[in-house]
């Protein structure tokens, strides 16, 4: 077991993810920063995520890395999806059109099929979207969960699945 330690106090941690080289990615719950973990070398390095222009909260929720190592994240709190590549080091977010009120949470956990859309679970429905709008492709309406927090999508796209939140049970698609 190894452990590490990180470049900054009250981090408030969220979600790690991992790319094809090894490296960890991490995503501050409430700062503007999401960070990289070298586990060889015990290297960190942070990157600043634009803050958001609309008055909300700063933070990454969810995190992942796609098969091109693009690493992918919401900001929760001001309702966009947050994409960095980590080549050119340079940031895109794309607004997302969601009912809830800036400063609310827009979602939670998300999953990326091999496609590239994002694929959520809440309001009673699995939802296949559009990573650029947020716009619905597909939907699955659910019987008895309202959500999951946890979600996640085969390797090879064929399954989506999450932990029913905020009863107990699994939701897959």
């Known amino acids: 077991i190894t452990e590490y330690e990180l470049p900054r106090l009250e981090l408030a941690l969220h979600d790690v993810a991992g790319d094809s080289k090894g490296n960890l990615w991490y ?36 995190l992942w890395v796609d098969h091109n190592d693009v690493v992918w994240g919401s900001e929760n709190w001001a309702h966009n999806i947050v994409r960095f590549d980590p080549r050119t080091e340079q940031f895109s977010k794309f607004p997302w059109k969601v009912a809830e009120s800036i400063n609310s949470p827009m979602g939670g956990n998300y ?7 994002i694929w959520k679970c809440r309001d009673n429905a699995v939802f296949k979207a559009d990573t650029k709008s947020g716009d619905t492709v597909k939907k699955y309406d ?12 085969s ?8 932990g029913a939140w905020p009863q107990d049970g699994v939701v897959v698609v």
Request: glycine share 14%.
């Open 27 to 62: 995503s501050p719950h409430r700062s503007s920063y999401i960070g990289r973990l070298d586990p060889r070398t015990g290297t960190v390095k942070e990157y600043k995520v634009p803050v958001p222009t609309n008055a909300s909260l700063p933070g990454i929720h969810w």
């Open 111 to 117: 999953a990326i099929d091999p496609e590239g859309f």
């Open 142 to 153: 659910l019987k008895k969960f309202h959500g999951t927090y946890g979600s996640a999508v």
């Open 155 to 162: 390797w090879d796209g064929r399954y989506f699945g999450g």
